[in-house]
């Protein structure tokens, strides 16, 4: 034992820098064959278990006379210092014994199912050095990392190993580190943050406080990356986040004059974008920016719709958009408001749900809202129109500009609730446009419904479609009709004549009168349907003599001037070939027009703009006493002119005949869902009516109960006999 103890003392002044000879071999040998022959000598005394013991109480003699005294003497920094260089001291000094004593390993600890040796040398500086000093050393690795956040610089590396000793001392375990230190210090962080946010929330603009609040969360990143642990990297973050972001985010982003709102008002894009990356990292974080994004969105939707509204009260739009009427503008406005806040949404907000959702609420709160009478659905329509149909407001705009156009006015349909009525008033358009040939472009017809089948489904745009297709296949009829002429001159009715044939499913509704025709226009018809019926089969012709139009050659006394006009028009003025004077009555009576027909024709060609008929006694309105004569003197600078004839709102007739279909569709929707699931209670049937609906069209509750209603009358379905709410497939 002499020999080991002289050793170990050797060992200890080599470690202490005391003047001392290295080991020499000789030296290492001699104790290992020392130790070995104690160890396999057979006792009693047991050999092994006092080498053991002797190796335990070495090292807690070195701790108590090397490591401690000047361990307890130490402050600050310097305890730091001190501790780092006694615990690598220590390491060696075990990493010494442990070689000494490997035979213990080997046999001894095993058979006595004891710590190894270095995991025993270990504990007794745990025991003896950390118990005593870690709640010291903890102190100091928070006040150097509070100076740290101050601006003052320390030792990084010093702080770094001084963690490793948390970490190493729990013996692959981090309870310690995480128990005795990291616990204290996130503590202590947590306390730091309030204390800075409470100030900043006070001192600092939105910008400002967000800015100095990336900046912390950089550093507190950076102090992990140098000497933390990896794993505090998430709760020191969550730990600052939760108190610069979470507790202050209410306060922080409503802050009156550079909050969310004013970020979004002076268009902030930079600011915007830091406000997404730092609430982004926080639970729910994004909840308040989006419900203000929503707010703000609101109002300048809502403040568009109040400017329409007022422009179209006083009959006044804005100098620089006076060719259009403020629904037009509106529709436009929007459109920009749309690219400007989507771009927010992509770019800034990185296309979040979250926001997503907020622009789509806002969006479909004003995009809903109806200006002077005219719905949304309408209003989009007629934009729709003003940018396809010829000599419109976006007549300028190149090819490529109106595709866009077109694109980001279909994309605002669904934010609107009834896409039915809009697909109806489009419908409307389009046949005006391919009827009287309206259209710019027929690429961009075509355009518009690949836009419409993509948002909506092929269902949405099947009957326009159709449409387009009979305009195409009606050029190839008319075609034929004309060489039929040629090949048969006999049958020329001595009037041209081009007709459009159109398949009666596609189109709208349009008003049929039983117009008497002259004389002119009966020839035409005839040779028409006789070269119809010769080339086609059980096909029959319904003429639509409302939508018709004509061009006559009128001989007045100063000069000859083609005159357009409407079907209703032409019938009345060649009338006048064979009679200088005819009254109300007598038209009325010759043409079978209704009384609404006949004033509207009669104005539009006395009362209006181009006076062709002489009217007495002369007056602004016709009334049945009139009586008209042909205007002999009338003269126009052009040789070329169109009468209009004044535009009937069909807007009433058109909602009453889309709220028609809804019923069957809500019919059709409660059928197909009860056939599926045969037995449903109310409340599930119209909730799940609804759900299906409104892709189309947002469903009145009070609509669909009447539906249920008329179906249990007519026997699709019928009330539980124990429940009446709930309702029964009758197959």
Not at 146 to 156: M, N, T
Request: glycine share 2%.
């Amino acid at each position: 034992m002499a020999l080991l103890n002289q050793s170990v003392t050797k060992l200890t002044n080599i470690l202490e820098g005391l003047p001392e000879m290295p080991f020499s071999t000789m030296e290492y040998m001699l104790l290992c064959t020392t130790i070995y022959n104690l160890f396999v000598t057979k006792g009693p005394p047991d050999y092994s278990e006092l080498l053991y013991e002797k190796y335990k109480k070495s090292l807690m003699d070195y701790i108590e006379s090397r490591v401690l005294p000047p361990l307890r003497s130490k402050h600050d920094e310097y305890l730091l210092q001190e501790l780092v260089q006694r615990w690598l001291n220590y390491k060696v000094m075990v990493r010494w014994l442990s070689r000494f004593f490997h035979y213990l390993d080997r046999y001894f600890v095993t058979r006595k199912s004891l710590p190894p040796v270095t995991e025993a040398g270990m504990t007794c500086f745990r025991d003896l050095v950390y118990e005593e000093m870690k709640g010291k050393i903890k102190d100091v690795v928070i006040s150097l990392i509070y100076q740290e956040r101050e601006g003052r610089q320390i030792d990084r590396a010093l702080l770094k190993n001084v963690v490793e000793i948390f970490i190493q001392i729990g013996f692959g375990s981090r309870e310690c580190y995480e128990v005795d230190f990291e616990a204290p210090m996130l503590q202590d962080t947590a306390a730091y943050y309030s204390r800075k946010a409470s100030k900043w929330i006070i001192e600092d603009s939105c910008p400002e406080y967000m800015l100095k609040a990336e900046e912390r969360l950089k550093q507190e990143k950076d102090r992990v990356d140098h000497y933390l642990h990896t794993s505090t990297e998430q709760k020191l973050l969550e730990n600052v986040e939760h108190q610069l972001l979470s507790v202050n985010e209410n306060q922080l982003l409503e802050k009156e004059n550079s909050g969310c709102l004013a970020l979004l008002r002076d268009d902030k894009v930079d600011d915007l974008d830091l406000m997404y990356r730092l609430f982004s990292r926080i639970p729910e974080g994004l909840n308040p920016v989006s419900r203000l994004f929503k707010q703000h969105l609101t109002a300048e939707g809502t403040e568009l719709v109040n400017q329409a509204e007022n422009a179209a009260s006083s009959k006044r739009a804005e100098k620089r958009d006076a060719a259009d009427s403020p629904q037009l503008v509106l529709i436009r406005r929007i459109i920009e408001l749309h690219d400007k806040y989507m771009g927010y949404v992509r770019e800034n907000f990185q296309n979040h749900t979250l926001l997503n959702k907020a622009l789509k609420e806002a969006f479909e709160v004003f995009c809903n809202k109806s200006v002077a009478s005219s719905s949304s659905p309408e209003m989009l329509a007629s934009f729709c129109d003003n940018v396809l149909k010829k000599g419109g407001s976006e007549k300028k705009l190149s090819d490529e500009e109106i595709d866009r156009t077109l694109d980001k006015a279909i994309k605002l349909l669904s934010y609107i609730n009834d896409k039915d009525l809009f697909a109806e008033f489009s419908r409307k358009k389009l046949g005006r446009r391919l009827l009287f040939d309206r259209y710019g472009n027929e690429d961009h017809e075509r355009s518009i419904l690949t836009y419409l089948k993509q948002q909506c489904g092929a269902q949405f745009t099947s009957k326009m479609e159709g449409m387009v297709t009979d305009i195409t296949l009606s050029k190839e009829i008319q075609s034929c009709f004309e060489d039929y002429l040629h090949a048969n001159p006999h049958a020329y009715p001595g009037t041209d004549l081009s007709v459009n044939v159109l398949t009666t499913g596609f189109w709208p509704s349009y008003k049929s009168s039983d117009l008497t025709l002259p004389d002119e226009m009966i020839k035409c018809i005839e040779a028409f349907k006789k070269f119809y019926d010769s080339s086609t089969k059980n096909r029959r012709l319904t003429w639509i003599y409302s939508l018709g139009t004509c061009n006559i050659n009128a001989k007045f006394d100063a000069k000859s001037i083609e005159l357009t006009v409407a079907t209703y028009q032409a019938a009345v003025l060649l009338l006048f070939n064979s009679a200088d004077r005819l009254s109300y009555a007598e038209i009325k009576a010759q043409l079978n027009l209704t009384d609404d027909d006949m004033v509207r024709v009669l104005h539009s060609l006395s009362c209006a703009r181009y006076k062709i008929l002489k009217k007495t006694p002369t007056t602004d309105t016709v009334s049945p006493n009139d009586v008209f004569e042909f205007n002999s003197r009338f003269t126009d600078r052009m040789r070329r002119i169109k009468v209009p004839l004044p535009p009937v709102d069909e807007s009433k007739k058109l909602i009453e005949d889309v709220n028609k279909d809804r019923r069957y569709a809500v019919d059709a929707y409660v059928v197909r869902i009860m056939k599926s699931r045969k037995v449903l209670g109310h409340q599930e049937l119209v909730l799940e009516c609804i759900q299906q609906l409104s892709r189309m069209f947002k469903p009145d509750v009070k609509l669909i109960k009447q539906r249920i209603e008329d179906l249990i009358t007519r026997e699709f379905l019928e009330r539980d006999e124990e429940d009446t709410s709930v309702y029964k497939y009758i197959a």
